[in-house]
Every structure is written in structure tokens, then in C-alpha cells.
């Protein structure tokens, strides 16, 4: 994943406190989490995605 599409999906996260991860889109938050950026929630029905500290650190530096 290029850095741009890190910094825009990081920005929808944070913007949007958590954000559910829709189809098609596991791949990208799964990159995140394995650089650790984000934290999904995989114990409900619908997972969804939290920043991480490291995450809004990447972010700032980026902004």
C-alpha cells in the first residue's frame, strides 16, 4: 500500500472515531494493523477499526 493510501485511510479512521470495514477493503485495514496503525475489532458481526497510537502518530507527521 503507498503511503497516500495509508495517510486516507487513516484520516476516514480518525475522523470517524471507529470505522466498519466494508467488503473488499479487509486487505487494506489487515496492512494497517500488521504495521500496527489501526486495531480491528474481529468480535462482531460487522469488524471495525480503531487508531492506534502509533497510527496518529504516522498521521501527524504526515498532515
Known amino acids: 500500500m503507498e503511503t497516500q493510501e495509508k495517510i ?8 470517524q472515531v471507529s470505522s466498519s ?4 477493503e479487509e486487505a487494506d485495514y489487515t496492512a494497517l494493523e500488521n504495521e ?10 460487522q ?9 496518529r502518530a504516522f498521521l501527524e507527521g504526515n498532515w
Open 8 to 15: 486516507d485511510l487513516l484520516r476516514i479512521i480518525n475522523e
Open 47 to 55: 469488524w471495525w477499526a480503531v487508531i492506534t497510537p502509533l497510527g
Open 36 to 45: 500496527g496503525y489501526i486495531k480491528i475489532d474481529r468480535s462482531s458481526v
Open 21 to 24: 470495514i466494508l467488503g473488499g
